[in-house]
T-cell receptor
Framework: DAKTTQPTSMDCAEGRAANLPCNHS???????VYWYRQIHSQGPQYIIH?????ETNEMASLIITEDRKSSTLILPHATLRDTAVYYC???????????WGAGTKLIIKP | DAGITQSPRHKVTETGTPVTLRCHQT?????MYWYRQDPGHGLRLIHY???????DKGEVSDGYSVSRSKTEDFLLTLESATSSQTSVYFC?????????????FGPGTRLLVL
């Protein structure tokens, strides 16, 4: 089972920042938080990952709370092309399988 | 985008027919994975490879076999396709053991078994 909890769906206006929360209260000390997204009919896309420090790349920023029990993915200026299901992932099973939850369906509205 | 291609992109076949899906990468990554994605189940790992000729089973390996004779190619074979294998199949790659959770996915193959 997934070690993360995410809202089922969220809306965001185009051009605004999209903030996607994730709870991972049972995260272990050496486990990273990973974010992926899947745009309709495409393969999943890696976005960003972090351990305990905030991270930023060309796609997004990742804010991890000090106790590491939750995190927020921030898309700073959402566009219509950011409409997708966003997955917060913590850990892998013994078969090197990422443990995928249901994700958050983010809809960017014009 | 990572250089990953999958072929074919779409295939319709009949029950009992053998089917081979190909994943090709140009990134020289060590690890390669085959997933299937079905409504209500999300992504499930079928097989993975940790090097040439080195493969292992994932969560849903029954009915599937794989081969990796070159770093760049990972083949998934359905020896005798069944309707339950109708799915979207994704290939993924990752660079090393240390970065195994950072996976780059191909565009997918939609397989319909009639």
């Amino acid at each position: 089972d997934a070690k993360t909890t995410q809202p089922t769906s969220m809306d965001c206006a185009e051009g605004r920042a999209a903030n996607l929360p994730c709870n991972h209260s049972t995260i272990s000390g050496n486990e990273y938080v990973y974010w992926y997204r899947q745009i309709h009919s495409q393969g999943p896309q890696y976005i960003i990952h972090g351990l305990k420090n905030n991270e930023t790349n060309e796609m997004a920023s990742l804010i991890i709370t000090e106790d590491r029990k939750s995190s927020t993915l921030i898309l700073p200026h959402a566009t219509l092309r950011d409409t997708a299901v966003y997955y917060c992932i913590v850990g892998m099973d013994s078969n090197y399988q990422l443990i995928w939850g249901a994700g958050t369906k983010l809809i960017i509205k014009p | 985008d990572a250089g990953i291609t999958q072929s074919p992109r779409h295939k319709v076949t009949e029950t009992g027919t053998p089917v081979t899906l190909r994943c090709h990468q140009t990134e020289n990554h060590r690890y390669m994975y085959w997933y299937r994605q079905d409504p209500g189940h999300g992504l499930r790992l079928i097989h993975y490879s940790y090097g040439v000729k080195d493969t292992d089973k994932g969560e849903v390996s029954d009915g599937y076999s794989v081969s990796r004779s070159k770093t760049e190619d990972f083949l998934l074979t359905l020896e005798s396709a069944t309707s339950s294998q109708t799915s979207v199949y994704f290939c993924a790659i990752s660079e090393s053991l240390a970065s195994k959770e950072t996976q780059y996915f191909g565009p997918g193959t939609r397989l319909l078994v009639l």
